[in-house]
């Protein structure tokens, strides 16, 4: 089965500080993305990664950035959390193109 | 630009009803569409597609249909059980070369015994 792990499953931070969300996959996928869930809105795409090294900004990409040294692992980092950054963010990675996304469990983050 | 618009919840039936979640897109071209769940505290998963017109799609008990006159892929189920409350999203295939989904606002769906 594939998994994508999501680092931690809850989190609380202080406005301003940097935070590190990291997703691992172990499926070998090229694709990774990031999301955002909030009520109301759906899911949103935050970034986006088809390969090593690269990235392409999502639908909300301001105050976030993100790495893929490796292919497994993708990262989101909010340079300086804001309080409006609080919501649960979703990694998901996929194969080829159109094919289906796998998703972590999610991760909820509270900025104070 | 491409979107989906999928019925507001929440959604409440008893056990046995049948469900219908409506979901409408717009969208260039010929979108793949799709229907992902979310049950209570997990990720999302992959329900059930259909990449082209006409298509059906099915997965436990539930179908969905792509109608390419009306831009629709409504979700039924004819008789729906308590462990099938969760959140449901419709999706589409972003048009272009990466794979990128564009999700709706998701429908709570609460089945009471």
């Known amino acids: 089965d594939v998994k994508v792990t999501q680092s931690s499953r809850y989190l609380v931070k202080r406005t301003g500080e940097k935070v590190f969300l990291e997703c691992v996959q172990d499926?070998?996928?090229?694709?990774m993305f990031w999301y955002r869930q909030d009520p109301g809105l759906g899911l949103r795409l935050i970034y986006f990664s088809y390969d090593v090294k690269m990235k392409e900004k999502g639908d909300i990409p301001e105050g976030y950035s993100v790495s893929r040294e490796k292919k497994e692992r993708f990262s989101l980092i909010l340079e300086s959390a804001s309080t409006n950054q609080t919501s649960m963010y979703l990694c998901?990675?996929?194969?080829?193109?159109?094919?289906?996304?796998?998703f972590g469990e999610g991760s909820r983050l509270t900025v104070l | 630009g491409d979107s989906v618009t999928q019925m507001e919840g929440p959604v409440t039936l008893s056990e046995e009803a049948f469900l219908t979640i409506n979901c409408t897109y717009t969208?260039?071209?010929?979108?793949?569409l799709f229907w992902y769940v979310q049950y209570p505290g997990e990720g999302l998963q992959l329900l059930l597609k259909a990449t082209k017109a006409d298509d059906k799609g099915s997965n436990k008990g539930f179908e969905a249909t792509y109608r390419k006159e009306t831009t629709s892929f409504h979700l039924e189920k004819g008789s729906v059980q308590v462990s099938d409350s969760a959140v449901y999203f419709c999706a589409l295939l972003y048009g272009g070369a990466t794979n990128k989904l564009i999700f709706g606002t998701g429908t709570l769906l609460a089945v009471q015994p």
């Open positions: 499926m070998d996928h090229e694709n």
């Open positions: 969208a260039t071209g010929y979108p793949s």
């Open positions: 998901a990675s996929s194969s080829t193109l159109g094919r289906e996304l796998f």
